[in-house]
C-alpha cells in the first residue's frame, strides 16, 4: 500500500498533544489523512492542532480524556457527525509511573490502567463498528514492558501486557473481517511521558531519570508506525535494544531479571539505591 492511499482517510490518534501521538499526527497527516486528534488539556490541544494546520495538515482537535468512556464515545460521535467515516485509530494515549510496588497507592496503578488500558478498549470498542465497515486499522501503542516486566513500573506494565493479551484476542476475532491490527512496541523513545511519570503518591516526576540524547526520536517511531500501517504488519519491536529485550527474555528469562534489575539500578534516583 501507498501513502497516496491514505489520502482524504480519517484517522483517530488518542493522546496527540505531544510525544508520540503528536508525531503520528504529523506524519500521517503529511500523506493527505484527516488527523482527529484528542487530548485531556484544551490549551495544549488548541496549540498543537494549530501547529499542524501550519504544517498543511488537515486536522480536528476534539477535547477528551482517553480514561472516560464517555469522552470516547463522544469522540467516535463528533468523528462521525464532521467526517463521516473511520479509517484507522491509533491508540496513543498513556502514561507512566515510577516507583517501587511496596510503595506505590493503589490509586496511581488505577489510573494508569485506566488511561492506558481501559482507554484502549473503550476507544477500540466504539470504532470498531465503523473500522469494520472501512476495512481499516487499529493500532496499539504497546511497549517492550508489553513483553517484559520493568522493576519501579508495575502499572505500566501490567497495562502493556494487558494490551497486548487484547488485540492479540481482538486480531484473531476480526482476522477474516479485512481489519487490519497492529501492535507497535517502541523501545526508550526521548518523550516527555517519563517527564510526567507519576510517582509513588501520584504526584509528577517532573524530570526523565534517563538520558533521551541518544533515544529514537517520536518523529522516527511515528515513521515506523506509518510504514508498518502500510505494509500490514502485525507487529512492530523498535530499537536494537528493544528487539534484543525481546528476544533475551523469551529464551533467558532468568538472565533478564539479572540484566533488568542492573540496568533500572543505574537509572539517576534509582529505588534500588
Request: one cysteine or more.
Amino acid at each position: 500500500m501507498k501513502q497516496e492511499t491514505l489520502k482524504d482517510k480519517v484517522v483517530i490518534i488518542t493522546g496527540a498533544t505531544s510525544g508520540i501521538g503528536e508525531a503520528c499526527a504529523k506524519v500521517f497527516g503529511k500523506t493527505g489523512a484527516i488527523v482527529v486528534i484528542t487530548g485531556r488539556n484544551p490549551e495544549k490541544l488548541k496549540f498543537t492542532s494549530e501547529q499542524l494546520l501550519k504544517q498543511g495538515v488537515k486536522v480536528t482537535p476534539i477535547h477528551a480524556d482517553a480514561s472516560s468512556e464517555a469522552d470516547t464515545k463522544r469522540m467516535v460521535e463528533l468523528t462521525l457527525e464532521k467526517h463521516g467515516r473511520i479509517d484507522i485509530l491509533i491508540n496513543n494515549a498513556g502514561i507512566t509511573m515510577r516507583a517501587l510496588f511496596q510503595d506505590l497507592d493503589l490509586e496511581v496503578f488505577k489510573k494508569v490502567m485506566d488511561t492506558n488500558f481501559w482507554g484502549t478498549v473503550y476507544a477500540t470498542k466504539h470504532a470498531l463498528p465503523e473500522i469494520l465497515k472501512t476495512k481499516g486499522t487499529i493500532i496499539g501503542i504497546s511497549s517492550i514492558n508489553g513483553f517484559r516486566g520493568t522493576p519501579a513500573r508495575t502499572a505500566y506494565t501490567a497495562s502493556k501486557f494487558a494490551i497486548n493479551g487484547f488485540f492479540d484476542a481482538l486480531r484473531t476475532e476480526v482476522m477474516n473481517q479485512g481489519v487490519h491490527v497492529l501492535v507497535a512496541s517502541p523501545g526508550f523513545t526521548a518523550s516527555n511521558i517519563r517527564n510526567s511519570a507519576l510517582t509513588a503518591n501520584g504526584s509528577t516526576q517532573g524530570q526523565s531519570p534517563r538520558d533521551e540524547s541518544k533515544m529514537m526520536t517520536s518523529e522516527e517511531v511515528a515513521k515506523e508506525i506509518l510504514n508498518a500501517t502500510l505494509k500490514h504488519k502485525r507487529d512492530l519491536i523498535l530499537t536494537t535494544q528493544g528487539k534484543m529485550a525481546v528476544f533475551v527474555n523469551k529464551w533467558f528469562p532468568g538472565l533478564m531479571d539479572t540484566i533488568v534489575y542492573n540496568q533500572m539500578a543505574k537509572e539517576k534516583d534509582s529505588p534500588f539505591h
